[in-house]
Antibody, heavy 114, light 113 residues
Framework: EVQLVESGGGLVQPGGSLRLSCAAS????????MDWVRQAPGKGLEWVGR??????????EYAASVKGRFTISRDGSKNSLYLQMNSLKTEDTAVYYC?????WGQGTLVTVSS | DIVMTQSPDSLAVSLGERASINCKSS????????????LDWYQQKPGQPPKLLIS???TRESGVPDRFSGSGSGTDFTLTISSLQAEDVAVYYC?????????FGQGTKLEIK
């Protein structure tokens, strides 16, 4: 059974940083593209970025709204995905989901507020 | 970027009646090399992550009731619930997986009339 478990959310001030983690299990982690998707309170779904699979050299892509501020990485030895978020803005407030196409974690809430 | 536009934004249907949600992409999401549409449908209930209902535009996921079906190709797609049940109240999203950035429709809120 595929499991994705996010952690690391919390309250942070504007301009601050936060690192989210996603523990993956139930599949061969290196074989799959992994995405981060977020959902602001009461709003729709917004793709944040992707790290591709090993066959595609783990390359990364980002949404324009976070490019230059967010960095996605992965650790195959720990079957874990990460999202490093810097220079956070109030508009980054959202539930952040770790996803492998069709499979989603429960999400972790990030609140950016002074 | 591929823009996904759903219609309607909200929908109220009586129990047992048919509900249809449309999704239009600004570009073709049919991949010619395998003849598959990179279009998924999700259901999201309050406080829960999205749940994949339909992949490749028309392939129902395991465990999804057969009252849910997907159709369409290229740029125009439809999610149909043949006989609405109370547990189907949710927000429904289409998502294109054809190219980065991955994009979603704005969502359609389905309620009971």
């Amino acid at each position: 059974e595929v499991q994705l478990v996010e952690s690391g959310g919390g309250l942070v001030q504007p301009g601050g940083s936060l690192r989210l983690s996603c523990a993956a299990s139930g599949f061969t982690f290196s074989d799959h593209n992994m995405d981060w998707v977020r959902q602001a309170p009461g709003k729709g779904l917004e793709w944040v970025g992707r790290t591709r699979n090993q066959a595609n050299s783990y390359t990364t892509e980002y949404a324009a709204s976070v490019k230059g501020r967010f960095t996605i990485s992965r650790d195959g030895s720990k079957n874990s995905l990460y999202l490093q978020m810097n220079s956070l803005k109030t508009e980054d407030t959202a539930v952040y989901y770790c996803t492998r196409r069709g499979d989603w974690g429960q999400g972790t809430l990030v609140t950016v507020s002074s | 970027d591929i823009v996904m536009t759903q219609s309607p934004d909200s929908l109220a249907v009586s129990l047992g009646e048919r509900a249809s949600i449309n999704c239009k992409s600004s570009q073709n999401v049919l991949y010619s090399s395998n003849n598959k549409n990179f279009l998924d449908w999700y259901q999201q209930k309050p406080g829960q992550p999205p749940k994949l209902l339909i992949s490749w535009a028309s392939t129902r996921e395991s465990g999804v009731p057969d009252r849910f079906s997907g159709s369409g190709s290229g740029t125009d797609f439809t999610l149909t619930i043949s006989s609405l049940q109370a547990e189907d109240v949710a927000v429904y999203y289409c998502q294109q997986y054809y190219s980065v950035p991955i994009t979603f429709g704005q969502g359609t809120k389905l309620e009971i009339k």
